[in-house]
């Protein structure tokens, strides 16, 4: 095991002093919830990056075919990044665990009394389908499946869905 010196220790703290002295002002972070591959410079998003004076083309066509392999209207969260030299760098996750429930579930929306009364019942299969789903998030992937299936199964006792072995 090497021993650490002063000088590997000057050179790591320079390697990382470069990193922050190279990086790019940050003007805003933008939170966008778009459709599956209909990016269009229409509301939400036009006025949104519009703002900021960010290539809207670029964005739309970025973003439609980061998408395409998601089913029309899927809602999809963006979280963008814009620079002050007018570019930008942007994120895609996966929909909500919410709207997954609600999809497989087949409802439209969930309680208006959690706990208390119960929209319906999905089976643990599904919960693990989700799970799955949710795993290729990126910022889900450093969970467990495991960990994944109990929040998930916590999410839908708070929307009222009833989670049962078999169905």
Not at 17 to 35: F, M
Not at 77 to 95: G, I, M, N, R, W
Request: glycine share 4%.
């Amino acid at each position: 095991m090497p021993v650490l010196t002063a000088d590997l220790l000057k050179e790591s703290n320079m390697a990382t002093l470069k990193d922050v002295a190279t990086r790019k002002p940050i003007l805003a972070t933008i939170r966008l919830l778009v459709p599956a591959g209909a990016a269009r410079p229409a509301p939400p998003v036009g006025p949104a990056l519009g703002f900021y004076r960010l290539n809207l083309m670029a964005f739309c066509k970025d973003f439609n075919a980061r998408t395409q392999k998601y089913k029309a209207e899927t809602p999809m969260q963006v979280t963008l990044t814009a620079y002050k030299d007018s570019t930008f760098e942007f994120v895609v996750k996966s929909p909500s665990v919410s709207w997954f429930l609600k999809k497989a579930a087949g409802v439209e929306t969930a309680s208006s009394r959690p706990g208390h009364n119960m929209v319906t019942s999905l089976s643990l299969r599904h919960v693990y389908e989700i799970a799955k789903l949710k795993q290729s998030d990126p910022f889900c992937k450093h969970m467990s499946l495991e960990a994944l299936c109990k929040s998930i199964i916590g999410t839908a006792k708070s929307m009222g869905i009833e989670i049962v072995k078999d169905l």
